[in-house]
């Protein structure tokens, strides 16, 4: 097993390397790919170093299985190229998402749609990911009708020169700037690039992928998406109506069954979720379950989860795992 890593000094790039170890991945040569700037670099999987090499070398070396997260232009670019070559990519960008004839994969959900012709398999936005690890088992028991979600985004979905901007404003030193305005002490309803309809990008992919992933173009979604000062991870409130009736303490059995979720709702003991403590962790936290009472059949959830964990590196992870299990690679 031959294994690339493109993107592999990034913010989910490393997070990716720390996760693989984490698992025990069964790769026998782990290929760390970046750009040029960064070759020859030093990279750590475990306890062991590997070399960065660049795109070019990595090709050629052909890898059985490439995890890209390196920007949408580098996907588009070079994804085909490896998939030219026989490398099953899982691309954690947003390039292929919503290609007609790409998967759109959380395992937990549909990685049974996958198969042997798949040479690059997209892995959906971190956003789209935790709020349909908590909505999927609901629509399957009680149908979904219509989603209204607000994100609350921490600033390592933007990466590292976010997370530099906080640093600086905190320390109150002068840097530059990943956002059009600071982010220490603040909340901008701004992630992603605004598009004609006046929603941005990151609330359209809510829209899309959900429905994508799902199956089902039916289901309406209406989407916020909002940047935070926080690094542990992305926090939604959901508000979701159903086609059918439910009993709220079935729903809270429901959700903790399901795999990778985990219920954490008491409000007597004032337990919920946060990312404080969702930080490296790979479940998706789910709490707050109450009942809409101004609409019927409607629920409200607050839902947790690392974005660069189960959000990006641990699902493209997942899929990887997902496929050599099946004896898909």
Same mark, same amino acid.
Request: hydrophobic share 40%.
């Given at each position: ?5 493109? +993107? ?16 025990? /991945?069964? /790769? ?24 960065? !090499? ?9 890898? @059985?299985? $490439?995890?890209?997260?390196?920007? +949408?232009?580098? &996907? ?5 190229? /490896?998939? @030219? ?9 947003? #390039?292929?998402? =919503? ?17 042997? *012709? *798949?040479?690059?398999? $997209? ?10 690890? #908590? ?56 992630? *992603?690039? /605004? %598009? ?7 609330? =359209? ?10 199956? @089902?173009? $039916?289901?309406? !979604?209406?989407?916020? #998406? ?6 542990? +991870? ?26 990778? !979720?985990? !219920?954490?709702?008491?409000?007597? %003991?004032?337990?919920?979720? =946060? ?18 009472? &101004? ?10 989860? *690392? ?5 990006? $590196? ?16």
């Amino acid at each position: 097993m031959k294994l690339a890593v493109v +993107g592999a000094t990034g913010m989910v790039g490393e997070v990716m390397l720390k996760v693989l170890a984490e698992r025990g /991945f069964p /790769f026998t040569q782990l290929i760390p790919v970046a750009s040029e700037r960064s070759v020859g670099k030093q990279v750590l999987c475990g306890e062991r170093s590997y070399e960065v !090499v660049g795109l070019e070398t990595a090709v050629a070396l052909q890898p @059985d299985l $490439a995890l890209f997260s390196a920007g +949408g232009d580098t &996907s588009l670019a070079w994804a085909p190229k /490896f998939a @030219d070559k026989g490398t099953v990519v899982i691309d954690n960008s947003s #390039a292929w998402r =919503m290609h007609p004839d790409k998967k759109l994969i959380i395992p937990e959900i549909n990685a049974d749609q996958l198969n042997a *012709d *798949d040479k690059i398999i $997209a892995n959906p936005n971190c956003s789209t990911i935790q709020m349909l690890m #908590a909505l999927a088992p609901l629509k399957e028991k009680y149908g979904l009708e219509r989603v209204v979600v607000s994100t609350y985004q921490s600033i390592t979905g933007t990466g590292v020169k976010a997370v530099q901007q906080l640093e600086n404003e905190f320390s109150g030193k002068k840097g530059e700037m990943a956002y059009p305005y600071p982010i220490h002490k603040n909340a901008l309803p701004h992630c *992603d690039v /605004f %598009t004609e309809n006046g929603y941005t990008k990151e609330e =359209m992919k809510l829209v899309h992928e959900t429905r994508k992933i799902l199956d @089902d173009d $039916a289901i309406g !979604v209406s989407a916020t #998406a909002i940047r935070i000062p926080v690094v542990g +991870g992305h926090s939604e409130s959901i508000n979701v109506k159903l086609k059918n009736s439910f009993e709220v303490e079935e729903v809270r059995q429901l959700l903790n069954e399901s795999d990778g !979720v985990v !219920v954490q709702d008491n409000p007597t %003991t004032n337990t919920y979720p =946060m990312p404080i403590y969702a930080e490296g962790k790979d479940e998706v936290f789910v709490g707050r379950i109450r009942r809409d009472f &101004s609409q019927k059949n409607t629920l409200n959830l607050w839902v947790v989860s *690392d974005n660069l964990r189960k959000g990006a $590196a641990t699902n493209t992870i997942q899929i990887a795992e997902y496929l050599l299990e099946n004896k898909l690679i």
